[in-house]
């Protein structure tokens, strides 16, 4: 077991890793989480025997969150790497031999949704899992892949309800859009997922490495270009004048803040006062 | 409010506007439609508040119908064109700034279903809801975007069967295939969709416009050149003499007027008595 | 009625042939059978009435399964070709002018379930149809079209998990991964199916080619070049040492024979021994 700071590494075996995030009390996404990953991909590229990580959260309301708005440095920390390095990060993370698996259960929003449509495949907590991209709703636009991921996965009406619409989708309605593998209750997850893991644990690694390359190819991952043109425009984005409204009235109604709030984002966000 | 002759335009806030579709009995697709929508897409691109339009029909059997055979001149009306405009219509209205949803109750068939398809968003009736490209069982083909549409949103062997059968799809089974957004139960959908309407009404209008825009950048909109080569394809075929006999069979059956064989037009048309 | 060693065609009607498919005991797909599609695949384009063929198994277990590793070798059969010429086969029946259907009752796996992908329509009993990519749980790569196929209807994320997974999918899961297009219940197949084929035929056959070549040209089929490349992958894969490794556990364990092994194919191909 390897412990860092937001990042828990258990190895179940030497081909399957399972990584619990945990950044209390709400599981903001942070620059030392980001350094963290920056980390373990780095173990995950220089690993002989890793075959499967599955990513999940200790917070069963929060798989991982939004940004931690308040929280931008880049740290003095393993990893660190300035947040226009992210659609790097995903590259990797999608090109790896590794297969990834995020078994969400609680909400991934922003960030964290985009975080859960970087890894190769998405399980979900039928009763606890909800997915948002809650950028328009904040004068904003989703930058670090929101956008590809859904539109390739979902088509483009779902895309634009899912995009321009910034509210959340529980995991049966995420599944039949197809941004999501599977809805699974929520007692039946760990056990569906674990089961999963073993099983492509026992194959072997060449077939498994080759058979991703084979699917990447054929069914598309978003090109690094195209995802910096989204993390360029955001960083254009976070000029705007409507944004800066937008996250004064949403930090005095208790964004990103342990509460009633956070709970119910989609929702609320779509019901901010009037300036 | 601004009434037309088929067109009723109601202003439901500077951002939100709702269009109630009228040409009774059956609400066919007729010249004097398409220029009404020429004008409003020209007031749709010209106002600076407008963020949503939602299109509904005033007839409960029928959304929008397929074209008016019997009526093909293009009037003496504001906002005419021939039909062959169409790839120009359709473009425009993929490339607004502004988010359309089709609230489809009713049967959308050929003309009327294209016309849901190249709306941003399809919510449906799930009760009264029915979708069609009839065309081929009329020894046609679809020339205004469905082959376009349904085969980027459902896939090619949906979209075979949808093209090649040319049968009525009721709301649940377009859910599942893809190309609506959901099947909403009759009672709740005009509550989901003037709270879908006016959430997206209170965004700021520049990210949902950028949105909308990285979106159709990533998912693709239909090329107005294929477009405009499906509606050539259309006229050729126009001149098939499969289609006049097809025609004349249709015509004698009911086709374009008020009964039971339009009702059950799907159904009716693959079950035309041999010539 | 014509009988050859591994298919029966029935002329339902000039327009409307079925296939029945039957290689006892457990319909292994040999060369002798793709000898006589291809025979087949000539008496398809050479046919100026037939608008659709339904392929169907005799065989309630299985539709069409993996191949028979046992035999190999070109037969003495007319229509004989190496399985190379595959590519060539699947690309004549997605351009050919006439609508194939795959009507799945049984196991479709590996090389059968590749068929099934290659023929344009997929329509699935709920309560016995089963389909698997078992190659990378044999330490290979499905290399007939089926990762082509998957991605382009299921997506990235579901790709992977039936590749790499490499598990039996039931036909409720295939229809909600995009897969197949329906998933019916095993009392209504035949009928309906058989409904879905007399409409088609009584259909024009010019309207009817034209519309598939529409769909053909927009929804994509994958191309022949890249259904050579993963045949031509698999080919080295077959080099590997790991696949010899594993199929000698297969063969052991009871691959490719009558028995309860190849009934629960993608659960046991996921629990063999360890070497």
């Known amino acids: 077991m390897t412990t860092s700071n937001r990042l828990t590494v258990i190895h179940e075996s030497p081909a399957y890793w399972r990584v619990l995030i945990d950044n209390p009390p709400i599981n903001l996404w942070d620059p030392t989480m980001f350094a963290e990953m920056n980390v373990l ?67 991934a929003r922003a960030q964290g949704f985009e975080f859960a449509l970087a890894c190769d495949i998405r399980f979900a907590s039928r009763e606890r899992a909800a997915f948002a991209l809650v950028e328009v709703a904040g004068a904003s636009v989703p930058g670090g892949g929101g956008v590809e991921w859904v539109s390739a996965l979902a088509g483009r009406s779902r895309a634009l309800e899912v995009v321009l619409g910034a509210d959340d989708f529980d995991a049966d309605t995420a599944e039949r859009y197809g941004f999501i593998n599977r809805s699974i209750p929520d007692s039946e997850l760990d056990a569906f997922v674990d089961a999963f893991a073993q099983r492509i644990a026992r194959f072997e690694k060449r077939a498994l490495e080759l058979g991703k390359k084979m699917v990447n190819a054929r069914a598309g991952v978003p090109s690094e270009a195209d995802l910096w043109t989204s993390n360029h425009v955001l960083a254009a984005v976070n000029e705007w004048p409507e944004g800066a409204a937008a996250l004064t009235k949403l930090n005095a109604a208790g964004f990103g803040q342990v509460g009633e709030f956070e709970l119910n984002l989609g929702q609320r966000m779509g019901n901010l006062p009037s300036a």
């Open 41 to 107: 991909m780095d173990d995950i590229e220089n690993d002989a025997d890793l075959k499967i990580i599955v990513f999940e959260s200790t917070n069963e309301d929060f798989f991982v969150n939004h940004h931690d708005l308040a929280n931008r440095e880049v740290p003095d920390h393993p990893g660190a790497k300035p947040f226009s390095y992210w659609p790097t990060f995903v590259t990797r993370l999608a090109q790896s031999s590794v297969l990834s698996v995020a078994k969400v259960r609680g909400r």
